[in-house]
């Protein structure tokens, strides 16, 4: 006979899993344990230690001596991270926390929120084409997302979504959830854009230079070919006959452009494939590719088309440049009015390397993107729609792990942030599949009580207690107790 006992397990209702916990071993989602028949939360209560950067005056009277610091107002902020849910959503949050800031008595509702309304947007600052608008984002062969429409120097990602997270497969939704912890976790991901005949790998990390096709970018466009011409014309005007600034999108000719015109460069002949649009400014002058700024060329004379006999010039000197700054050539016009690689002069190669000087670094930004629903509200109000309009009436604030973030106008409180901005592995994760991740509400006591919220759990927040960490304001320094944050702050009649 097999005497031994099986250890007694107990039920976890942190999330919709339920799962059945052994004494001493962890849940599915590795956040609750059971530890001697109690359920307890492995990661500890995250607490921001900040100031309000406020100046002490100096002894602004003879009675008062100074300690030393430069600064008052020195308080703590207790975040989401850590806290736990309100899952199965009937109960209060958390941590309802009250204190008192410049007179004010504050509160703050504290959360971790069960997320599958949920993604992250992904800036990629590249001149290079990784991929069509609309095309299918793949983590492990599966897809997560897609491509957006290209802003300024920057490639635009949506990752992520309910669809992907619960409307596809079942490998779909846990390839998801995990490549969208690791990056609101700041993990490099690997992504695949595009079908087999045009796929691109690119390896994102908030706070990093992509990585595409395994070679690390450097630099963003300091802008598109126009604006290139535009900002450093003067600079040409007596070194070269002309120039061309090669760009995906609007690529750009000195002596054409109004720039060119208003400094009295003269015509030149040249000619571009392309569509033209005003004057200097060309379309589709190539495909989209990791050549030439942007595009799939790698000699960018294929853009050029015979030159106008009765304008050009033999010695007629021309630059071809990126809008990086990072390709460039130097030309002559021959007797046949050919182009012809030449020396470049110093003065135009120190052009070249100012457009660079004035390209930002390549990097990757990863904003985690969610919708607070009903466990949310329900965890701070019995009336769910009051936070709502509290929140569009700047009466609550809304924080992510302390951070800033940017509530979307229309319904509901669609909220996004900047993982940079957030304490270190802000974001957890349930199996069902969902990102878990932190959410506050601030707002005055009075408010409080007037949307409904659970007053018989506020609790002084010298009284939280447990294990917890006590890490610094970001960099940014947001504080979501400020009075500017607020409408009641506003004194303007």
């Known amino acids: 006979m097999n005497d031994r006992v099986k250890p007694e397990k107990i039920r976890c209702d942190a999330c919709p899993v339920m799962c059945f916990i052994a004494d001493g071993k962890i849940g599915a989602c590795d956040r609750y344990a059971n530890h001697g028949g109690d359920l307890v939360r492995l990661d500890p209560l995250t607490i921001l230690h900040g100031t309000d950067q406020k100046l002490v005056p100096f002894l602004p009277d003879d009675d008062l001596e100074w300690n030393g610091d430069i600064v008052k107002g020195e308080r703590t902020f207790v975040t989401a991270v850590g806290a736990g849910t309100t899952y199965p ?55 997560v997302g897609h491509v957006m429409t290209t802003e300024y120097g920057s490639k635009m990602l949506s990752l992520g979504g309910v669809d992907h997270l619960t409307g596809g497969s079942k490998k779909e939704g846990r390839v998801t959830c995990d490549a969208l912890l690791r990056l609101c976790n700041v993990q490099a991901v690997e992504l695949v854009i595009g079908e087999d005949d045009h796929a691109v790998s690119v390896t994102v990390q908030a706070g990093q230079a992509p990585i595409i096709d395994g070679a690390p970018e450097k630099l963003m466009r300091v802008g598109c070919g126009s604006a290139t011409i535009g900002m450093f014309a003067k600079q040409w005007r007596d070194h070269v006959d002309d120039v061309v600034v090669v760009d995906d999108h609007i690529t750009g000719v000195l002596s054409e452009h109004q720039a060119g015109k208003m400094l009295d460069i003269p015509p030149t002949g040249i000619k571009i494939k392309g569509r033209r649009s005003t004057p200097g ?11 030439w700024g942007g595009t799939d060329i790698q000699d960018p004379l ?22 990086t700054g990072e390709q460039f050539a130097y030309y002559e ?7 012809q690689r030449a020396e470049m002069p110093p003065a135009v190669l120190a052009s070249a390397e100012r457009i660079a000087e004035n390209c930002e670094p390549s990097i990757c930004s990863v904003l985690f993107m969610g919708g607070a629903g009903g466990s949310l509200r329900s965890g701070v109000t019995e009336n ?69 919220g659970h007053m018989d759990e506020v609790r002084k927040v010298a009284d939280i207690s447990g294990p917890s960490r006590k890490i610094p304001q970001a960099s940014k320094g947001h504080d979501p107790m400020a009075p500017a944050n607020y409408r009641w702050s506003d004194k303007t009649p």
Request: include cysteine; hydrophobic fraction near 40%.
């Open 89 to 143: 959503d009937y109960k209060p949050a958390p941590f309802i926390v009250s204190q008192e800031i410049d007179g004010v008595d504050m509160v703050t509702v504290v959360t971790e929120g069960i997320f599958s309304y949920c993604g992250v947007k992904i800036k990629i600052d590249t001149d290079r084409h990784i991929g069509n608008e609309r095309d299918i984002v793949r983590v492990d062969g599966e897809p």
């Open 281 to 291: 400014r060309y379309f589709q002058v190539a495909e989209p590719g990791t050549g």
């Open 302 to 323: 294929s853009i050029l088309g015979p030159y106008n006999p009765k304008v050009a010039w033999a010695g007629q000197r021309l630059l071809m440049v990126s809008t």
């Open 333 to 339: 016009l021959d007797a046949d009015l050919v182009p």
């Open 384 to 452: 769910p729609v009051r936070l709502t309009r509290s929140v569009k009436d700047a009466l609550t604030h809304v924080s992510c792990g302390g951070a800033q973030t940017y509530v979307w106008p229309g319904g509901g409180i669609t909220v996004m942030v900047d993982v940079l901005d957030m304490p270190a592995m802000s974001f957890g994760y349930v199996p069902t599949p969902a990102l878990v991740a932190p959410v506050e509400f601030s707002m005055r006591l009075s408010d409080y009580a007037a949307l409904g």
